[in-house]
């Protein structure tokens, strides 16, 4: 079927080929965004759990350094227990924590339907051939045009 067959010029085809290729391509950019929010929101709440576990790990060293430095001093149950049952708790929070973060991390793939749509757009478009046109005789180079300086003397 040729452009006169259907009435349209070749400038009507030629638009409405882009109209549908960007069209085309602004589903592929939309469908992307989709998918990259989506692990973008998981990546973020297993790295915000990931630091509360680094930040509930470092409050913990301070506490085991005193329950350490208590023991010693009193060599018995008083003060320095009730520190390490605190730093305890807080290395028990950072472990669930860290494996919150992991099995959320672990969930976060690479956008698998765009990477496929995009991959079958590229394939359909490497298909298309486009009208011979004739190719254009190579223009010659100018020629230098020398300057000639008259002095007035």
């Keep these: ?4 067959d259907d009435g349209r010029s070749i400038g009507q085809l030629v638009a409405a080929a882009t109209t549908e290729l960007s069209a085309l391509v602004h589903e592929e950019i939309a469908l992307a ?8 929101k998981r990546g973020a ?4 759990a990931a630091v509360a576990a680094g930040v509930l790990l470092l409050f913990s060293l301070p506490v085991f350094s005193f329950a350490a430095a208590y023991g010693i001093h009193n060599l018995g149950l008083g003060l320095a227990w009730s520190f390490t049952i605190v730093g305890g708790v807080y290395v028990l929070l950072a472990a669930v924590l860290l494996l919150l973060a992991k099995s959320k991390l672990s969930k976060v793939k690479p956008p698998q339907r765009s ?3 995009a991959k079958e757009s590229a394939a359909v478009l490497s298909n298309v051939k486009p009208h011979p046109r004739p190719v254009p005789k190579a223009r010659e180079e100018p020629r230098a045009v020398e300057h000639v300086s008259r ?3």
Excluded: T, Y
């Design 151 to 153: 002095s007035s003397a």
């Design 1 to 4: 079927m040729s452009a006169a």
């Design 45 to 48: 709440i297993g790295s915000g």
């Design 33 to 40: 965004k989709a998918e990259l929010r989506q692990d973008v």
């Design 115 to 117: 990477i496929s749509s």
